[in-house]
């Protein structure tokens, strides 16, 4: 990871502070526009991935292995920091109900939160999102809380970006997907 772009201190602090972070995997148009494509094809022929994303469109290796998305991950994570093997996708089609605002949970213990970070979700953007395409959402500032009742949803931050943004966010954190 010798390229990899690292975080300056301001940024981790940033996400420190707010659970979140974007960063552009700088990759020609053409690399994403081919990439939704597969995608689309996948969810047209076979469903939701789930966890065989990765095997499926093994050209998404290459977004996390771009300079800004690896020096972010190493930056939070440590170098030598592991890609879990739960994925989700998330496709929201026109008309389509957006979910409710949660954390997600660890295996076997809901309550679990930790003060450290340990473990980081990745939003990429294959295409260009707008808050009318029903994007990740995310409550910035709520990875320490373990209630919906400890925030305002009205500070819900819908995470819009042009094709290749990576949006990195805490576990933690309340998100989804609108």
């Avoid at 969810?43 to 050209?59: R, T, Y």
């Avoid at 020096?71 to 920091?81: E, F, I, K, T």
């Avoid at 809380?145 to 990195?168: C, F, K, M, N, Y």
Wanted: proline share 6%; net charge negative; hydrophobic share 35%.
């Amino acid at each position: 990871m010798t390229d990899a772009a690292l975080l300056n201190d301001h940024q981790v602090q940033s996400f420190l502070r707010d659970g979140y972070i974007t960063v552009d995997a700088d990759l020609p148009a053409d690399f994403h526009a081919g990439l939704h494509g597969q995608i689309c094809r996948l969810f047209a022929s076979e469903g939701n991935p789930g966890n065989d994303i990765l095997p499926k469109v093994p050209d998404l290796r290459q977004v996390l292995a771009q300079p800004s998305v690896a020096g972010a991950l190493a930056s939070l994570l440590g170098p030598d920091y592991l890609l879990h093997p739960h994925r989700h996708c998330h496709q929201n089609l026109a008309g389509s109900q957006g979910q409710r605002m949660h954390q997600d949970s660890y295996e076997a213990d809901q309550n679990v939160r930790h003060h450290r970070l340990r473990w980081l979700m990745a939003f990429y953007y294959p295409q260009d999102v707008d808050g009318r395409m029903g994007p990740s959402s995310i409550v910035p500032k709520t990875q320490y809380l373990t209630a919906e009742d400890q925030h305002d949803s009205a500070d819900e931050l819908p995470l819009e970006g042009r094709a290749g943004t990576v949006a990195i966010v805490h576990y933690d954190l309340w998100h989804r997907a609108m």
